[in-house]
């Protein structure tokens, strides 16, 4: 039988399935005796400090690079980095607690312009196999 992404109410992809019935948004699509399916929830966090600038700065460096390749004659100006927030500024947001954070990401040629492939993701995964000591468990918005 042909398996496919599990959609949703408000899923669409018109090649796979588009909105419908959107009028009835309690109405069971799916007979949960044959199609199983876990709950979830959405989830969300702020981020601030260097974690945050360096998402910035990722942000910034793959729009300025799809900006010049795609219309390098569009009158649209480069993005810059904001400065870096000051310990006041951080400490008026009022937040408590901390984490350890760290910022991985993948580019090269195609995605970011760049002559060396950064695979910091990739570098990762593989430190977390060999160190792991019982099990492995990974989760990211693909897989």
């Given at each position: 039988e042909h398996c496919q992404l599990f959609p949703g109410k408000d899923y669409s992809n018109p090649r796979v399935q588009d909105f419908f019935r959107l009028n009835e948004p309690y109405e069971e699509m799916y007979d949960r005796s044959k199609v199983p399916r876990m709950p979830w929830h959405d989830v969300s966090m702020?981020?601030?400090?260097?974690?945050?600038?360096?998402?910035?700065?990722?942000?910034?460096?793959?729009?300025?690079?799809?900006?010049?390749?795609?219309?390098?004659?569009?009158?649209?100006?480069?993005l810059l980095p904001p400065p870096d927030a000051k310990l006041d500024e951080l400490e008026a947001l009022g937040l408590?607690?901390?984490?350890?954070?760290?910022?991985?990401?993948?580019?090269?040629t195609w995605s970011l312009g760049t002559d060396e492939t950064e695979h910091s993701i990739q570098n990762a995964y593989i430190k977390m196999i060999e160190d792991s000591e019982h099990f492995v468990?990974?989760?990211?918005?693909?897989?």
């Amino acid at each position: 039988e042909h398996c496919q992404l599990f959609p949703g109410k408000d899923y669409s992809n018109p090649r796979v399935q588009d909105f419908f019935r959107l009028n009835e948004p309690y109405e069971e699509m799916y007979d949960r005796s044959k199609v199983p399916r876990m709950p979830w929830h959405d989830v969300s966090m702020q981020v601030v400090g260097q974690p945050a600038r360096d998402l910035t700065r990722h942000f910034v460096q793959r729009w300025n690079y799809l900006r010049r390749g795609r219309k390098p004659t569009r009158p649209l100006p480069f993005l810059l980095p904001p400065p870096d927030a000051k310990l006041d500024e951080l400490e008026a947001l009022g937040l408590t607690g901390t984490c350890e954070v760290q910022m991985l990401r993948s580019a090269t040629t195609w995605s970011l312009g760049t002559d060396e492939t950064e695979h910091s993701i990739q570098n990762a995964y593989i430190k977390m196999i060999e160190d792991s000591e019982h099990f492995v468990y990974m989760e990211n918005q693909f897989f």
